[in-house]
């Protein structure tokens, strides 16, 4: 039983989503069928679909930020059920025998994990689809439980988002104490101020422009330094053990780097590829800093975070959209015209597909 499936695709790397049908594969014993709810909108969608990475295979159905209802469980399933509400992020599959894979940090698969979309899968050479579409089959080794009571709209950008920013301040093992900074006020950033308040640091926001203080102090930010200001950067130098950077651009760290305390590490995780300003290592050494990177997380930790948000009632903020929106979402999104999250509600996919077969 190989299913046919509806979700919005991009033909081209300059061609507008629409409407799409694809199959999806016959579901094997380990497998689970979800049928999605909320799709989040993650700028690295864009940045697939326009081939800024260089390996997009149209045509292409984004997302990995996938929530949703379990329909079917396969008969070697048995960490979930019909009717579970759980979560799919930015892999599906990966090597499973590799270090890494041993040590429950798939992301870095020595082998090469399998995304969500945008990839083949090595079992069957079939494309895979992400989650602007309306149901998706996966290993369940793949999939995670979002905890009751969490919205689940809300808890949608967790898998990408959240998972990105929790796993940096599990490995720098922030809590009560830690001095952590958070670089940029993005989709990526509100989570991070969210979760690393909630861990019990002392949070601070560094922002190229005033007028963020209000929604920073919101989101847990205990101070807001403009980054621009030289007084203000000033005053913080040799202060943070942590600074995660999910700036998306090229941009220079060294002004960062300068305010880590001894032994302090800056984490990238916002952008990928060559920075054009040298960075300077005499911080570095004579202060046993470090710049680091890192990207998403494993599957354990994405439950654990799940988990941890569950707890402490902590969603990502979103804007709700209908798919037919999406495009215009996408133009808004490289504005930074989002607080911060778009989010799809994917019941109205299964209208335009109802009318379109009427």
């Known amino acids: 039983m190989v299913m046919n499936v509806r979700g919005y695709a991009a033909h081209s790397v300059d061609s507008p989503l629409g409407l799409f049908s694809f199959l999806r594969r016959d579901p094997r014993p380990t497998d689970v069928v979800i ?11 864009i940045h697939n679909v326009r081939n800024d990475w260089g390996n997009a295979r149209h045509p292409m159905v984004p ?3 996938i929530v949703g209802r379990v329909t079917h469980v396969g008969d070697a399933v ?25 040590a429950g940090l798939e992301q870095y698969c020595e082998n090469g994990n399998t995304l969500t979309y945008n990839d083949v899968d090595p079992h069957d050479g079939m494309t895979t689809y992400g989650g602007y579409s309306e149901t998706i089959v996966v290993s369940e080794k793949f999939v995670v439980k979002v905890p009751d009571g969490l919205d689940l709209a809300g808890a949608a950008p967790l898998l990408c988002a959240g998972i990105t920013t929790w796993s940096p301040l599990r490995h720098w093992q922030v809590g009560p104490g830690s001095k952590v900074a958070v670089v940029g006020l993005g989709g990526l950033g509100h989570m991070a101020l969210k979760l690393a308040k909630a861990m019990g640091a002392e949070v601070t926001l560094f922002s190229r422009s005033p007028g963020k203080e209000d929604d920073a102090r919101r989101l847990g930010a205990d101070r807001v330094v403009i980054s621009t200001d030289k007084a203000q950067m000033k ?8 600074i995660v950077d999910t700036v998306p651009y090229v941009h220079d760290l060294n002004p960062y780097v300068a305010t880590l305390g001894l032994s302090g590490t800056l984490v990238t995780v916002g952008y990928l590829g060559g920075l054009e300003d040298q960075l300077n290592t005499a911080p570095l050494v004579l202060g046993r800093k470090a ?8 599957i354990a930790e994405a439950q654990e975070m799940l988990d941890f948000c569950g707890q402490h009632g902590i969603t990502a903020d979103i804007e709700k959209i209908d798919i037919q929106e999406i495009n215009d979402a996408w133009e808004r999104m490289l504005k930074s015209d989002v607080k911060y999250r778009f989010v799809i509600d994917l019941a109205s996919l299964k209208r335009e597909a109802e009318h379109a077969e009427g």
């Open 78 to 102: 048995g960490r979930f059920k019909v009717g579970d509400h759980v979560g799919v992020g930015c892999m599906v599959d990966s090597c499973q025998h590799c270090a890494p894979c041993g």
């Open 235 to 242: 005053a913080v130098r040799n202060t943070f053990d942590l």
């Open 63 to 65: 997302g990995h930020e």
């Open 291 to 298: 710049v680091a990177g890192s990207v998403i997380g494993g």
């Open 35 to 45: 049928e999605i709810l909320y799709g989040g909108v993650c700028h690295s969608d």
